[in-house]
């Protein structure tokens, strides 16, 4: 069957809320990805901040075909082992207290929504409660990670949302400290802004959010879905910062292409809700947490946030020489192996030539910014053929 064939079958069947390109991804291995037609590409996409250990990893593989061959699925009824065993691993290098999986990032903030809100239940505080998220954020795309989505192009359509919910200015602390109240039970924020734009918290901004959260007795929620899991160079970004939250989202790498997710929390937050409280069908089944399991120990055993300071200051320094060559590079941003290129046009036409003349996979944040998260188990080589294939794109596209 060649590629018009699957396209067309798609278009029948499923629910077109994307607008996707005309590529029919086949199979994938290491950092490359290849089509029906047997075309390879370079990805720097990661599947969205995904693939962290790449492609078709044997140790990975093997670890969910033994799974398969066990138990897949019991329900939260019952224990399982390799819920028992990711949740060990996934508190020990985060310092959290308590775990919940979930099946993606979206649910992971519905969970953390609900502790905030629970947490200021049990403090007696009246229902009128505030929580404070950011412009320009992006959290997910249920009700709940709309309302605290600082986007109006993704709320509109969907209002009303939650209530309650006040945004201030990333990284512009006066503009926290005008909204906090008597009323403000949380601050939710991501510790570098992905979609918004490729932002890193200012470390002034971080350590202040925390310091008025702490004066208020509202918790500090971290959402580290795209930049958590090595990414930054550290293993979650805000140890980059020394700024530990109440309670943390994190998806994407964690099941590496197995869709989990989970928030943790810790001191105050870790026991806000009770049996009874929360729950889900899938979230956590054996097959998930074993993949989230050993992509733990993969992560361990190959030196990934090491690995991601190496290859993430390389990438740092080729982004910078193209930014420096074209005018029309307007400013770099960025941290590890979470990097953006802000263009003075939008990007769609340099993502769409890379992807079907140069056979490179880049993703955009927003209209106008090259969004950098490749699988974090690239070398220094990939980041010079992306390069590469980046400038002809560039050159193609902009006069």
């Known amino acids: 069957m060649d590629k018009k064939q699957y396209i067309d079958r798609a278009e029948q069947v499923l629910y077109k809320t994307y607008n996707r390109f005309p590529v029919v991804f086949d199979h994938g291995e290491g ?48 224990y399982n082992e390799p819920a028992i065993e990711a949740g060990e691993k996934l508190l020990k290098v985060s310092g959290m207290e308590k775990v919940f999986f979930t099946n993606s990032g979206t649910e992971a903030i519905e969970g953390a929504l609900k502790i905030a809100k629970r947490y200021a239940y049990n403090k007696g505080m009246a229902p009128d409660y505030e929580i404070i998220a950011m412009h320009h ?12 989505t600082g986007n109006d192009h993704y709320q509109d359509p969907f209002k009303p949302l939650i209530p309650n919910i006040k945004f201030a200015d990333f990284n512009d602390l006066e503009s926290v400290k005008a909204l906090f109240s008597d009323k403000t039970c949380a601050v939710l924020m991501e510790t570098i802004q992905g979609e918004g734009g490729i932002y890193p918290a200012y470390p002034e901004f971080i350590e202040g959010v925390r310091k008025l959260c702490d004066e208020h007795d509202a918790l500090l929620m971290l959402d580290e879905i795209q930049c958590g899991m090595g990414r930054s160079g550290e293993m979650f970004a805000w140890q980059v910062y020394g700024v530990k939250p109440d309670v943390m989202t994190v998806a994407k790498a964690l ?35 074993r993949a989230a399991s050993t992509v733990l120990d993969l992560f361990e ?99």
């Open 301 to 399: 055993e190959m030196q990934i946030p090491e690995r991601v300071q190496s290859t993430g200051a390389y990438l740092w320094e080729k982004l910078e020489e193209l930014k420096e060559k074209y005018s029309c590079i307007k400013a770099h941003r960025g941290l590890g192996l979470i990097q953006g290129l802000e263009f003075d046009t939008a990007v769609g036409p340099i993502v769409t030539d890379a992807l079907l003349n140069q056979h490179l996979v880049l993703i955009s944040a927003g209209a106008n910014i090259l969004r950098f998260v490749p699988p974090l188990v690239i070398e220094k080589s990939d980041v010079d053929e992306m390069a590469v294939r980046l400038e002809r794109a560039i050159q193609a596209v902009v006069k």
């Open 31 to 78: 950092v490359k990805l290849y089509d029906t037609d047997g075309q390879e590409y370079l990805d720097f996409g990661a599947g969205i901040a995904v693939m962290g250990l790449g492609y078709s990893n044997e140790t990975f593989k093997n670890a969910l075909k033994d799974q398969v061959d066990k138990l897949c699925h019991i329900s939260n009824l019952f």
């Open 255 to 289: 099941g590496n292409g197995v869709p989990i997710g989970a928030f943790l929390a810790c001191g105050k937050a870790a026991t806000a809700m009770v049996p009874g409280d929360h729950g889900t069908t899938y979230g956590g089944n054996p097959f998930v947490c």
């Open 137 to 148: 954020s992006f959290h997910g795309r249920s009700l709940g990670a709309l309302s605290v």
